[in-house]
C-alpha cells in the first residue's frame, strides 16, 4: 500500500475548487463522464495511429448508482491510468498547491478543459469518499485503486481489475442524497451528456410487460454521438433538421429554417440555428441557445458569443476556440469570441438574402413571424446589422402587400412628397382602431404602410435617420391635409371672435380623462369631411412608445396621452352649433366682449409704453396698473368662457359629436358610453 499527502490542507484545496472552479455542485457529473469520453476518445486516436494493436471491444461508457452502497460509479474502457500517472494527473496538485495552479493556467484555462485531476476533484463537491480503481492499456500494466475520503490523506494499493479502463466510484455524501436519484441522474445526463462523442448507458431500457415497465437486457444509451450539428449539411433533409429541433426543444412548432454553421477558419465552430416562430415578448424565447465544446454541454448563456438579437433564435453552437473559464461556466475576454459573433451576424444576414432572392413569395410568408428579429438587429446594430438588412427588410401595407425598403420609396415619392420635398411615410398601428382615418388617406391615393409590431414604432426613428428626406407619421396624427402638405393651409372662413366661442363650447365641455389632455383647434377640412376629429400628436406618442423600451427616457411614459380635437367649420354640423351658441349669447357676451376689447387695447398700450423704460424707471402706480389690467381681462376671459359653457352644457349635438370622436377612438366606455347610448336613442326619437 502506498500512503500520501495531497499537498495542501483540507482548508485550502475543496474551499478553494468549490468557489473558484465551481458554483453549481451537479457540474461534477459532466466533468466525471467528460474525462470517461477523454480516455477513450484517446484510445481511439491510439487505434488510430496504430500504437494500440488489441481489441478495442464495446467503448460504451456505464454510468450506474447503488442505492444501497450509497454510490454513483461511471466506468470506462479507455486507456486507463497507471499508478505513475495517477500520482501526475491526480496527485499533481501537490506540486504547487491549488492556487499557485489556477495561478499558472489563469491565461490559457482552455488548457484545463478536460484536465482530468482538476475535473476529478469536483466530486468531492458531493461525496464523502471517492475511489478510482483503473488499469491502463499498456502491456504488463497491473490494476491500482486510489482512495480518498476528502482529508488531504489518500492510498494507493493494487487492485483486482482484469480489462483495462477506469472506475470513479463516488461515495455520496449525506447532504448530497438527491445524486443517488435515478430520475435525477438521468435528467443531469441528458443535460450535459446527450451529444458526447462516445456511447453512454446508464441503465436498461424498459418494456412493457405483465401490467408494468421491466427491464430488458438492453443498455439505455442515453445520447447521440454524432449529432445533427457535426454531418456535412449536403448529406441532410429538411425532415431531418426538424427532427433535431424537436429533440432539442419537444414542445415546440417547427422552425420557420435553419442555419448551418461550419467553419474551420480562423476559427473552429460548428452548430445549427433556427429560427422558431415568434411574435411578441422579446425575453419568451431567449437562452434557448446550447453552447458545447467537444460536443459537451457548456451553457445556454450565450451573450458575447452570439450578438444579443441573436439569442432569440434556438439551436446549437460547439466551438473548442471558445475561451472559458476552469469551470466552463463563464466566457473570458478573448479575439475569437467576437470574431465567431461577427461571423454568426453574417452567416444569418446571408442565409435570409438567400431566401429573399431564392423565394420571395416563402420569406413574405415568413416575414410576420421573423420580422422581431430582423427589427431587433437593425435596432442593436445599426450600423453592421441594418447595412445587411436594408435590402431584404420588408414593409407590408394595411392591404397586406410587401415591398422592400427601396420599393416602397418608389411607390410613394411621387404622391407622398410634401412642399418642403419629404416623403411622408404614413402608417396604422391598429387597422381596425384607425379605419376611419386609414380610408381618409386612402381617399387621397396614399397607401399606409402597417405597424403593428413590438418594436416597429423604434424602428420608425432609425429609418427616419437612414432614409435621406423622409419622416414617419401616424394617419391619426393629424387631420388629413396636414399629414402631408401640398400648399399653404386655406384661410379660415371664421373671424377670431367666432373661433374662439367655437372652440370654448368645445372645450368647456371635454370629459376630464386621467392621464389624458385635450386641446381644440378649428380648421376648414371641406363640408363632406367629419364634423370633429380627434388626433393624438405624433412627437409625445412616440417618444412614450420608445420609452419603453430605452432607459433614460421614462419620464416621457409619466406624462399625459395629448390630443387634439379638431372641428372642421366647414360641416353643417358645426356651422349649427356656432349659430346656435352665438344665438343664445350673444344679450350676455356684447357687453362682455366690449369691455374685454377695452381692457386688451389698454393693456397692449401699457405694454408698449413700460417697454421703453427700465425696469427701475417704472413707478409702483405703473406697476399696479398693469397687474391690476391684466387680471381685468383674464376675469373678463374667465366671465365670456362662462357664459359659453353654461349654454353649451345642455347642447346635446356638442355632447354627441364629442361622444362621437371619443368612440371612435376607443374612448368612450363606462358610464359616459351609457349616456351616449341613451342620448343617442333620445335624439333618434
Known sequence: ??????????????????KFLYSDHEIFLREMVSNAVDATQKLKTLIRQGDFKGDAGDLTIHVSLDEKAGTLTISDRGIGMTADEIDKYINQIAFSGVTDFMEKYKDKADAIIGHFGLGFYSSFMVSKKVEIVTRSYKEGSKAVKWSCDGTPSFTIDDADKADRGTDIILYIADDCKEFLEKQRISDLLNKYCKFMPVPIAFGKKTEWKDGKQVDTDEDNIINSVEPLWTKTPSTLKDDDYKKFYHTLFPMNDDPLFWIHLNVDYPFHLTGILYFPKVKSNLDLQRNKIQLYSNQ??????????????????????????????????????DSNVKKISTYIEKKVADRLQGIFKSDR???????????????????????????????????????????????YRKLIEGNQTDKDKVVVYLYATNKEDQYTYIEAAKSKGYSVLMLDGQLDVPVISLLEQKFSQSRFVRVDSDIIDRLIVKDDAPKSTLTDDERDILSQVFRSQMPAM??????????????????????????????????????????????????????????????????????????????VSSELKGQQARLAALHQSQSKKKAEEITKEEKDDLQNTEKAVNDLRQKKNDIIAAHAKDNKVVHELIDLALLQNGMLKGKALDAFLKRSVDMIG
Open 1 to 18: 500500500m502506498q500512503q500520501g499527502n495531497i499537498g495542501v490542507t483540507t482548508e485550502n484545496i475543496f474551499p478553494v475548487i468549490k
Open 296 to 333: 459537451v454541454f457548456v451553457t445556454d448563456h450565450v451573450e458575447g458569443i452570439v450578438p444579443d438579437f441573436l439569442t432569440l433564435l434556438h439551436g446549437v453552437i460547439d466551438s473548442p476556440d471558445i475561451p472559458l473559464n476552469v469551470s466552463r461556466s463563464y466566457l473570458q475576454s
Open 361 to 407: 413569395k416563402e420569406f413574405e410568408e415568413k416575414w410576420d413571424d421573423i420580422k422581431l428579429f430582423i427589427n431587433y438587429g437593425m435596432l442593436s446594430e445599426p450600423e453592421t446589422f441594418y447595412d445587411r438588412a436594408k435590402d431584404f427588410a420588408l414593409m407590408k401595407d394595411t392591404e397586406g402587400k410587401y415591398y422592400s425598403f427601396e420599393e
Open 514 to 591: 386621467e392621464k389624458k389632455e385635450f386641446g381644440v383647434e378649428v380648421s376648414n377640412l371641406g363640408e363632406n369631411a367629419q364634423p370633429v376629429v380627434l388626433t393624438e400628436n405624433e412627437y409625445m406618442r412616440r417618444m412614450k412608445d420608445i420609452s419603453k423600451y430605452q432607459q433614460g427616457m421614462s419620464f416621457y411614459g409619466q406624462m399625459p396621452d395629448t390630443y387634439t380635437v379638431v372641428l372642421n367649420a366647414d360641416h353643417k354640423l358645426v356651422k349649427k352649433v356656432l349659430d346656435e351658441e352665438r344665438a343664445a349669447t350673444e344679450g350676455e357676451l356684447k357687453p
